[in-house]
C-alpha cells in the first residue's frame, strides 16, 4: 500500500452554522479530500478504497477506519474543522474524533468527537470546534460502518 501525501487545496467556503438559522456564517480556508487519508491499521487497509467521493470502506461484515491529518494555517485556526460524511448504513453511524496538538510542545489540548445520525442519502456535516490554545494540527479519526444495499459509507472531505 503506498503512502499518501496530504495535500491541503485552499479554497474559500461558506456554511450555516448549526441549524437554528443563525446568519453567521462558518468560513472555512482549506480542503482535505477524504481520498488523501489513510487506512488507521493494516486490517482497515483491506477494506479501505479511495475515488472521487472520498475514502470508503468496502467489507460487508466490519466497520474500518481511516486517519486525516493537516496542518492548519494560522488564518484558519480559529474557525474549527467540519468532516462532510456519507452515512449509507442503516444502524450504523459514521462517528469521528478530532484530535488537535498544541502549536508549541505537540501535546494533544483538546478530542471532540462527533457522529452522524442514521441513513441518508445526502452527506452530512459533522462540526468540531477548535479549543481556545493556539493549535498547529488536526488530527482526525473516522470510523466507517460496512457497505450494505444502500451502498458505502464515505469520509468525503475535511475543510478547515
Known amino acids: 500500500m503506498s ?5 491541503t487545496v485552499s479554497a474559500l467556503l461558506l456554511g450555516a452554522v448549526g441549524a437554528s438559522g443563525s446568519a453567521d456564517a462558518l468560513i472555512l480556508t482549506q480542503v482535505h479530500h477524504g481520498a488523501l487519508c489513510n487506512s488507521k491499521t493494516s486490517t482497515d487497509g483491506l ?5 472521487q467521493f472520498g475514502a470508503r470502506n468496502d467489507s460487508q461484515s466490519q466497520s474500518s477506519a481511516v486517519s486525516c491529518g493537516s496542518l492548519l494555517l494560522e488564518d484558519a485556526m480559529e474557525f474549527g474543522i467540519r468532516a462532510r460524511a ?15 496538538n498544541d502549536r508549541d510542545s505537540g501535546d494533544t489540548v483538546a ?11 445526502a452527506y452530512k456535516s459533522l462540526d468540531f470546534s477548535l479549543p481556545t490554545t493556539l493549535v498547529a494540527v488536526a488530527h482526525v479519526e473516522c470510523t466507517l460502518p460496512p457497505l450494505t444495499n444502500n451502498g458505502h459509507s464515505y469520509i468525503s472531505a475535511l475543510f478547515y
Request: net charge neutral.
Open 86 to 100: 456519507y452515512d449509507r448504513h442503516p444502524t450504523q453511524d459514521v462517528c469521528c474524533n478530532a484530535r488537535f
Open 47 to 51: 477494506w479501505i478504497s479511495y475515488d
Open 3 to 7: 503512502k499518501r501525501t496530504a495535500i
Open 111 to 121: 478530542s471532540v468527537s462527533a457522529c452522524t445520525s442514521g441513513f441518508d442519502s
